[in-house]
């Protein structure tokens, strides 16, 4: 990773800033969960790789859950993490009301054990298992690490903040196993990216391929099941000498998914994705409301 | 529960101005936005950091949970006018910041569950289906043992009960210094105005 301009070192007295204690709360993640419906199915997760990433960017899923009660919880429990300083009916929480992931785990366990839930004979432990530790902990980080850096991306995709940050970069990963570099590096070439340079994965936010390095088809992260390669924003003084702009050169924004506010009526929003996975694909099934069947 | 960041533009432009010997004008929210941009990237990368040398402290191993990168994740940024706002949304952040001089009570609960191993920190006592509470007399402590599951092993201490911790000291290191802050705020300021004036040449 190359150093970036130095800066000046601050010897000055400043007001210094004030640390607050205050609720604040993180409302462009909320918004991608806000504007997705419940998809109960019966897919598995290849099948729902099929559909479209504007359709799975406004649904609310998890691979054969055809519970809507129990995506419901889910949903809840995700929008929870997100924002501790509320409910999710929009209450102040509580002293003791907390929501971190252990207690979500415990509380999706209990949740398919009071649901009568059990693994089909031979998925038990698996990750399609839906009580595994493993499937659990993924139903529970994926959709926060997507609000959060979908939330991120929103905030800098600003013309002001796209001006002295054009960039972004590919962190090294921060996995316990990480999938070995070359697989990443392979991934970011099919993808068109430029460089890298030297070690360093850098591209323009508006760079297409930023949505091609993933396998869900958005230009932030996560990019892969249970990635743990974030990203973050790079200045323009470097991305110049990369090349990657020019110096007068306005940036393109990042190509991020459209998150039009739908209904905030569950069911309305489900008829609505319903529809938009009928128009894709014309022989989908729905049973019960259950998507069971795409092709 | 949140811990944030907040910069009175009103009360450092001023200085700002003076530093950067700048006669362009008060901070305008365009300059507001990117400063605060610059700011949340100099907090994601100081977290991250922090995840590198802040894992548990288990001597036998076990997953880490990497909070401080989760927290990283969560940092989010308002600007206008006034000020700046950069604001770190992950749960526990706040309490390791201000501490707990008294100490944390349960709520809603008899006992607090302290992890006593690699093998439960992080996780909640629920999540295992085969704990027993144990009292141990000679030292006055209850705990959560889990069975052993190899014959003639000791059992494990899992969790210890307790009605209150200990006070947790606050610490301050969890966010980058003051003055790191407001250099990569005149860092940026003064980027920004260098290259306005030069595309104006």
């Known amino acids: ?295 | 529960m949140s811990l944030t960041v907040n910069i009175k533009l009103s009360r450092t432009q001023q200085e700002l101005q003076r530093i950067l010997q700048d006669n362009a004008g008060p901070v305008t929210p365009a300059e507001s936005k990117v400063i605060g941009a610059g700011i949340t990237r100099l907090t994601k990368r100081h977290l991250r950091a922090r995840d590198n040398t802040h894992g548990h402290k288990y001597p036998e191993g076990g997953r880490r949970s990497h909070f401080w990168r989760k927290a990283a994740q969560s940092t989010t940024f308002t600007a206008d006018a006034d000020g700046i706002t950069i604001s770190v949304t992950h749960q526990g952040v706040r309490l390791r910041y201000a501490g707990a001089p008294d100490g944390i009570k349960p709520v809603n609960a008899k006992a607090l569950a302290i992890p006593a191993s690699g093998a439960s920190y992080g996780r909640s006592p629920r999540e295992f289906n085969d704990l027993r509470l144990v009292v141990f007399k000679n030292i006055n402590r209850a705990a959560l043992v889990q069975e052993a599951k190899e014959k003639g092993a000791p059992d494990k201490v899992l969790f210890w009960l307790v009605r209150k911790t200990k006070p947790i000291a606050s610490d301050h290191t969890v966010l980058p210094e003051s003055q790191d802050i407001l250099a990569e705020a005149i860092h940026r300021l003064k980027t920004m105005r260098e290259r306005k004036e030069s595309n104006n040449v």
């Open chain 1, 1 to 295: 990773m190359r150093p970036e301009s130095k800066r000046p070192e601050s010897k000055t007295t400043m007001p210094t800033p004030n640390i607050l204690l205050s609720p604040i709360t993180f409302t462009d993640a909320l918004h991608d969960r806000a504007v997705r419906a419940l998809l109960p199915n019966s897919l598995n997760s290849n099948q729902l790789m099929e559909l479209d990433p504007a359709i799975r960017n406004r649904a609310a899923f998890s691979a054969k859950v055809d519970s809507t009660r129990h995506l419901t919880v889910l949903d809840n429990i995700s929008s929870m993490i997100i924002d501790p300083e509320h409910n999710p009916d929009g209450s102040q929480r509580q002293p003791g009301q907390y929501m971190n992931e252990a207690r979500a785990r415990a509380l999706l366990r209990a949740h398919l054990e009071q649901l009568g839930y059990e693994p089909a004979p031979g998925d038990e432990g698996t990750i399609k298992d839906l009580r595994s530790t493993r499937r659990i902990r993924l139903q529970i980080e994926m959709p926060v690490s997507f609000a959060r850096n979908y939330g991120h991306a929103a905030q800098m995709n600003d013309p002001a903040i796209l001006d002295e940050f054009p960039g972004q970069r590919l962190l090294p990963s921060y996995a316990n196993e990480p999938r070995p570099d070359t697989f990443w590096s392979r991934r970011w070439k099919a993808a068109g990216l430029p460089g890298p340079f030297g070690s360093d994965y850098v591209a323009l936010k508006s760079d297409p391929g930023w949505m091609r390095l993933g396998i869900f088809g958005n230009p932030y992260p996560p990019f892969y099941w249970g990635s743990r390669r974030e990203v973050e924003a790079v200045e323009r003084n470097l991305c110049e000498e990369y090349g990657l702009i020019q110096p007068a050169e306005t940036p393109e924004p990042m190509p991020l998914p459209e998150r039009p506010i739908q209904s905030t009526i569950p069911e309305a929003a489900s008829e609505t994705l319903m529809q938009a996975i009928l128009a894709k694909f014309p022989d989908a099934t729905f049973k019960d409301g259950v998507l069971t069947q795409l092709t």
